[in-house]
């Protein structure tokens, strides 16, 4: 008989934690588990059109790997009594036709309604993947409170919290969230053929993205939210184009910051130096033309985006924050400097951009590291998971 799973998300947009739920539910064995997913509107995401389409490509792939899909139009993201308690009460009776033997919610709303759901229609095994926390970087400090102790109550209703670094787990522990043996470390994966393997002409890249042939290319990826850290990159671009005018800074993705960031590029007079793309579907070819990945972000779960960035073998520079430095090594594959440190973000970005060995030498150590971090090797773990959990309620109950 079949491990009945079902995951439950509140968004689906191309940002990592749902890249990662997607990746999880495609990769699970279909002999062994039956799995659907539940998710949100993603109405909050403002995906432009082409985002939105490729979200809706994932949601056809994930069908047709046999994962059905489950939508709640009133699962939102942001608080809001009426439609949370309508989601709630949707997921209760979800869950009772179902009968799933595993929960495993994604993301902090998802996580809390979800898991109580799980808890009252008494579901035998309930996980939470929180993708990142909100202890810091996101919200004032009453409310970051209220967060923290929902997160301590919800735990006590969970069997296993899954984290996607040391860090986070080490986070978790330190605002005392549950005890250390309710903790796994599982490491968000990527498709690691998709950058490994991309074959583009840097040179026609930057003639169709309006680049000079002989710039050299900074980039960022990233939803254009306040906690990506995109403000500090534009200033640390504006230090560096007087010396460097020959560098373009690569704002890739979109969001609800696209016009603030933009006036303040124009207030720094560097238009020149910095292009936003938006969202793009080609982001492992646009990536492969960048000389440098940047990541200055104020909060970080993981920031799959720097495997991806690794995989096309680029050197990076960003905060030493969250579960970063679990990825990047001072000094080794890229560059670690303090959240909203403009002034070392700067010096660190110049250093790569004057030093065409070094950039070589730490994307190679980049590329090694990335290879630990394939969807496959995420999912085996997840599965390992899974079954133990599983054995484990199967004996308590015998």
């Known amino acids: 008989m079949k491990i009945k799973t079902i995951h439950i998300i509140t968004r689906l947009d191309k940002g990592g934690s749902a890249e990662n739920t997607l990746l999880t539910v495609m990769g699970l ?3 062994i588990y039956d799995v659907v997913l539940v998710h949100g509107l993603s109405i909050e995401s403002n995906m432009a059109e082409d985002e939105f389409r490729a979200v809706e490509k994932s949601l056809m792939d994930v069908e047709k790997e046999g994962v059905r899909v489950i939508t709640i139009p009133s699962l939102v993201r942001r608080i809001h009594l009426f439609y949370d308690l309508r989601a709630f009460f949707a997921l209760i009776k979800i869950l009772r036709n179902e009968r799933p033997d595993i929960v495993h919610t994604h993301t902090s709303k998802a996580g809390i309604l979800g898991r109580w759901a799980a808890f009252f229609v008494r579901v035998p095994v309930i996980i939470h993947t929180p993708h990142g926390h909100v202890f810091w970087g996101y919200f004032g400090k009453l409310k970051t409170r209220i967060f923290i102790l929902l997160e301590k109550i919800s735990a006590l209703v969970t069997d296993r919290l899954v984290m996607l ?3 986070e787990k080490i986070d978790h522990l330190h605002f005392h969230i549950a005890p250390e043996n309710k903790f796994s470390v599982v490491h968000s994966g990527i498709n690691l053929d998709e950058f490994s ?7 026609a890249m930057k003639r169709r993205l309006g680049i ?3 710039n050299l290319i900074v980039g960022t990826v990233g939803r254009l939210t306040s906690i990506k850290g995109h403000r500090y990159l534009i200033e640390a671009a504006r230090k560096i184009a007087g010396s460097r005018p020959d560098t373009t800074f690569v704002i890739l993705g979109d969001g609800e910051l696209l016009d603030e960031l933009k006036n303040m590029v124009t207030r720094s007079d560097i ?4 292009k936003f793309l938006g969202w793009r579907s080609d982001v492992a070819e646009v990536m492969s033309t960048f000389d440098i990945f940047a990541l200055p972000s104020l909060n970080e779960g993981m920031g799959r985006v720097l495997v991806e960035a690794m995989a096309l073998g680029r050197p990076i520079v960003a905060s030493n924050i969250g579960g970063i430095p679990d990825l990047v090594v001072d000094c080794e594959n890229g560059y670690l400097v303090s959240v909203g440190d ?4 700067a010096a660190r970005i110049r250093k790569l951009l004057d030093d065409p060995e070094k950039r070589e030498e730490m994307g190679e150590c980049g590329k090694k590291i990335a290879i630990d971090y394939s969807a496959n090797a995420m999912v085996q773990k997840i599965d390992r998971v899974y079954r133990k959990l599983v054995f484990s309620r199967c004996h308590s109950e015998e």
Not at 342 to 345: Q, R
């Open 212 to 214: 000079p042939e002989d």
């Open 197 to 203: 393997n991309t074959s583009v002409d840097p040179a």
């Open 29 to 31: 064995d279909r002999e």
């Open 165 to 167: 670094t040391e860090q």
């Open 342 to 345: 403009v002034e070392s973000l």
């Open 271 to 274: 238009e020149e130096n910095i």
